[in-house]
């Protein structure tokens, strides 16, 4: 999917006048190709290996409460941004912000063969990104507590079924156990945590040898998963 647009810099300006731009969902890809998948997702729904993360931000509904709604939307923005650039850095596809929430896609559109492997560094990059960030909001003057700041993530890898969803509103996402089970483990997972399922660390072995395995009973589930601290 990858086409030898500039998207950058001078260069880039004579594209920019026909309406070639960096897509908002991975800027590594142009709108060209944005355009290309979407239509074929409209086309059919495909099935696509991939690997699914989901960061949820802790503490984001108590702070809402608690302070203006300018610091608030500053807040969120800050989360998006440092989520946005450890995911693209990765060539995942930012899919959805929902709230204090994101969901990211790697393998899609761009494959690499180790998309689980990038889908963790991803997810490390997003936490120590916060980290660093949560650490100036702390001591910015408006009164945040950085502690309550964290951020779980879960990661799970595997088949999806990918395509635009929805009659009256069509939504391009992807959907089936994979993403359901990242999105269980995210929930999960305490602040500050990275929890991934079995067929991560066994196609992402180096970024997960260390991880702590223990069995959970996620909604929706009828049995236990087996999940890994990372």
Same mark, same amino acid.
């Given at each position: 999917m990858r086409l030898p647009v500039p998207l950058r810099g !001078?260069?880039?300006?004579?594209? +920019?006048?026909? #309406?070639?731009?960096?897509? +908002?969902?991975? !800027?590594? $890809?142009? *709108?060209?190709c944005e355009l290309m998948f979407t239509r074929v997702m409209k086309a059919r729904q495909v099935t696509v290996d991939v690997s699914v993360l989901f960061v949820d931000l802790r503490g984001y509904t108590t702070l809402s409460q608690s302070f203006s709604a300018?610091?608030?939307?500053?807040? /969120?923005?800050?989360?998006?941004?440092?989520?946005?650039a450890a995911i693209w850095e990765c060539d995942g596809l930012l899919n959805k912000t929902v709230g204090d929430a994101i969901m990211a896609i790697f393998n899609f559109p761009i494959h690499h063969h180790d998309h689980a492997g990038r889908a963790?560094?991803?997810?490390?990059? =997003?936490?120590?990104?916060?980290? *660093?960030?949560?650490?100036?909001?702390?001591?910015?003057?408006?009164? /945040?507590?950085?502690?309550?700041? #964290?951020?779980? =993530?879960? =990661?799970? $890898? #595997?088949?999806?079924?990918f395509?635009?969803?929805g009659r009256s509103h069509r939504d391009l996402t992807a959907i089936g156990t994979v993403v359901n089970t990242a999105a269980r483990a995210q929930s999960v997972a305490d602040a500050g945590r990275i929890l991934v399922t079995k067929a991560v660390c066994d196609q992402a072995p180096h970024q997960t040898a260390e991880g702590e395995c223990?069995?959970?009973?996620? &909604?929706?589930?009828? &049995? !236990?998963?087996?999940?890994?601290?990372?």
């Open positions: !001078p260069a880039s300006i004579p594209f +920019r006048a026909f #309406g070639i731009r960096p897509s +908002r969902m991975n !800027p590594n $890809t142009c *709108t060209i300018e610091i608030v939307s500053s807040l /969120l923005d800050a989360f998006y941004d440092e989520c946005a963790v560094l991803a997810a490390r990059e =997003i936490q120590r990104r916060w980290h *660093t960030r949560r650490e100036l909001l702390a001591t910015d003057g408006v009164g /945040l507590d950085g502690s309550d700041l #964290g951020i779980g =993530i879960g =990661i799970d $890898t #595997g088949e999806t079924s395509g635009e969803f223990r069995e959970y009973h996620l &909604k929706g589930f009828e &049995k !236990p998963i087996e999940l890994y601290t990372i």
